[in-house]
C-alpha cells in the first residue's frame, strides 16, 4: 500500500516585497554586511526591532546573532495592546525565502495550560520579519512564533517559558520584538513639537527610559513607558523577554546582564532626507 504524504501547513509569507529580501543570497549578503561584532559573549534573550530591514535589520541581526544555540527558540511579536490575549501563530512551519522553519507547539501548549492563548493567521510584520534571520543563524533550530500583549500577562508569558525550560529540559533563547517611540505628525504623536528638539527627545528621554528599563529587566517600567508615553510599539513582546531573562538568570544563582547592543532612527535610515515622522530602534542582549 503505497504511504500518504501528509503535507505541512506552512504559513506563507504575508508582507509585501520592501520589508526584507526576496532571495537568499540577498538575505545573506546583507546579514554577512551587518557590524556583527565576532567573539561577543552570547545571550540567552533578545530585544530586537521589527521595521523594513532597510530601517533596523542591523539591529536586529545584531541581536538574533548573538544568541546561545538552543533546542527552541521563542519569538515573541507584539502590536497588541493591554486588553488583548496573547495569540500563536497557525502553522506547522513558516515559510521564509532560506526555507521552512519548523513550528514548534511544546511551550505553546505549555502557555496554554496557564492562560488563554488564541490561534491568528493574520499578517504581522513583529514576527515575519525577524523569520529569515532565525533561519540563517539557527537553520535546524524550531521556532514557537507568539504575539503577547502589553500587560501584566507578558510576565507571565516570559515567566513560563523560563518554566518550561527547567521542567522539559530543553534549552530556550527568547527574542521579543519591539519598535520604540514613533514621533511625527505621521504617527499623531508630537508632544514636543517638531524639529530637533523633538528629536533629542526622544532618542535621550523617550527612547532612553525605555532602554534604562528593559536593561535593569524591569518589566513593569517597560510597559509603563510604552503605553504611557508611547515609547515602545509592542511593549508585551519586550517584556516577556526581559523577565524570561531575569527567571533563568535568578535558577542559577545570579543577576541577568542587560547590554545595548545598538540605537538608531529611521532618521538616520533615511540619510538626512526630510521626514514627517521617525521611529526609533534598539538591540538589546540579555545573558
Same mark, same amino acid.
Given at each position: 500500500?503505497?504511504?500518504?504524504?501528509?503535507?505541512?501547513?506552512?504559513?506563507?509569507?504575508?508582507?509585501?516585497?520592501?520589508?526584507?529580501?526576496?532571495?537568499?543570497?540577498?538575505?545573506?549578503?546583507?546579514?554577512?554586511?551587518?557590524?556583527?561584532?565576532?567573539?561577543?559573549?552570547?545571550?540567552?534573550?533578545?530585544?530586537?526591532?521589527?521595521?523594513?530591514?532597510?530601517?533596523?535589520?542591523?539591529?536586529?541581526?545584531?541581536?538574533?546573532?548573538?544568541?546561545?544555540?538552543?533546542?527552541?527558540?521563542?519569538?515573541?511579536?507584539?502590536?497588541?495592546?493591554?486588553?488583548?490575549?496573547?495569540?500563536?501563530?497557525?502553522?506547522?512551519?513558516?515559510?521564509?525565502?532560506?526555507?521552512?522553519?519548523?513550528?514548534?507547539?511544546?511551550?505553546?501548549?505549555?502557555?496554554?495550560?496557564?492562560?488563554?492563548?488564541?490561534?491568528?493567521?493574520?499578517?504581522?510584520?513583529?514576527?515575519?520579519?525577524?523569520?529569515?534571520?532565525?533561519?540563517?543563524?539557527?537553520?535546524?533550530?524550531?521556532?514557537?512564533?507568539?504575539?503577547?500583549? &502589553?500587560?501584566?500577562? %507578558? #510576565?507571565? !508569558?516570559?515567566?513560563? $517559558?523560563? *518554566?518550561?525550560?527547567?521542567?522539559? @529540559? =530543553?534549552?530556550? +533563547?527568547?527574542?521579543?520584538?519591539?519598535?520604540?517611540?514613533?514621533?511625527?505628525?505621521?504617527?499623531?504623536?508630537?508632544?514636543?513639537?517638531?524639529?530637533?528638539?523633538?528629536?533629542?527627545?526622544?532618542?535621550?528621554?523617550?527612547?532612553?527610559?525605555?532602554?534604562?528599563?528593559?536593561?535593569?529587566?524591569?518589566?513593569?517600567?517597560?510597559?509603563?513607558?510604552?503605553?504611557?508615553?508611547?515609547?515602545?510599539? &509592542?511593549?508585551?513582546? %519586550? #517584556?516577556? !523577554?526581559?523577565?524570561? $531573562?531575569? *527567571?533563568?538568570?535568578?535558577?542559577? @544563582? =545570579?543577576?541577568? +546582564?542587560?547590554?545595548?547592543?545598538?540605537?538608531?532612527?529611521?532618521?538616520?535610515?533615511?540619510?538626512?532626507?526630510?521626514?514627517?515622522?521617525?521611529?526609533?530602534?534598539?538591540?538589546?542582549?540579555?545573558?
Amino acid at each position: 500500500m503505497a504511504q500518504l504524504q501528509v503535507m505541512e501547513n506552512i504559513r506563507p509569507r504575508m508582507l509585501p516585497r520592501g520589508w526584507y529580501p526576496d532571495q537568499p543570497q540577498n538575505i545573506a549578503s546583507f546579514i554577512e554586511s551587518s557590524s556583527l561584532i565576532p567573539g561577543r559573549p552570547k545571550g540567552i534573550s533578545c530585544i530586537v526591532p521589527h521595521a523594513g530591514w532597510a530601517f533596523s535589520g542591523k539591529l536586529a541581526a545584531a541581536g538574533i546573532g548573538t544568541l546561545k544555540d538552543a533546542d527552541l527558540i521563542v519569538l515573541m511579536g507584539g502590536h497588541l495592546g493591554p486588553g488583548s490575549r496573547v495569540m500563536r501563530l497557525v502553522g506547522d512551519a513558516y515559510e521564509t525565502p532560506l526555507g521552512n522553519i519548523s513550528a514548534d507547539t511544546g511551550f505553546i501548549n505549555f502557555l496554554s495550560d496557564r492562560i488563554n492563548v488564541q490561534a491568528t493567521e493574520a499578517p504581522d510584520n513583529t514576527t515575519e520579519v525577524l523569520f529569515p534571520f532565525l533561519r540563517y543563524f539557527f537553520p535546524d533550530t524550531p521556532v514557537a512564533a507568539l504575539r503577547i500583549p &502589553s500587560g501584566p500577562v %507578558a #510576565a507571565l !508569558a516570559g515567566k513560563a $517559558a523560563a *518554566e518550561y525550560s527547567a521542567v522539559s @529540559g =530543553r534549552k530556550l +533563547v527568547v527574542a521579543g520584538s519591539t519598535d520604540l517611540t514613533h514621533y511625527g505628525t505621521d504617527y499623531g504623536f508630537t508632544p514636543r513639537g517638531t524639529g530637533l528638539e523633538a528629536y533629542r527627545w526622544v532618542t535621550e528621554v523617550n527612547d532612553r527610559a525605555f532602554i534604562e528599563a528593559s536593561l535593569r529587566t524591569d518589566w513593569r517600567g517597560m510597559i509603563n513607558c510604552g503605553e504611557k508615553n508611547r515609547a515602545a510599539c &509592542s511593549s508585551g513582546a %519586550a #517584556a516577556a !523577554a526581559a523577565v524570561f $531573562a531575569r *527567571e533563568t538568570a535568578t535558577a542559577l @544563582g =545570579r543577576e541577568p +546582564v542587560g547590554e545595548l547592543l545598538g540605537y538608531s532612527t529611521s532618521r538616520e535610515a533615511a540619510a538626512g532626507k526630510s521626514l514627517s515622522g521617525f521611529v526609533g530602534y534598539s538591540a538589546i542582549l540579555f545573558r
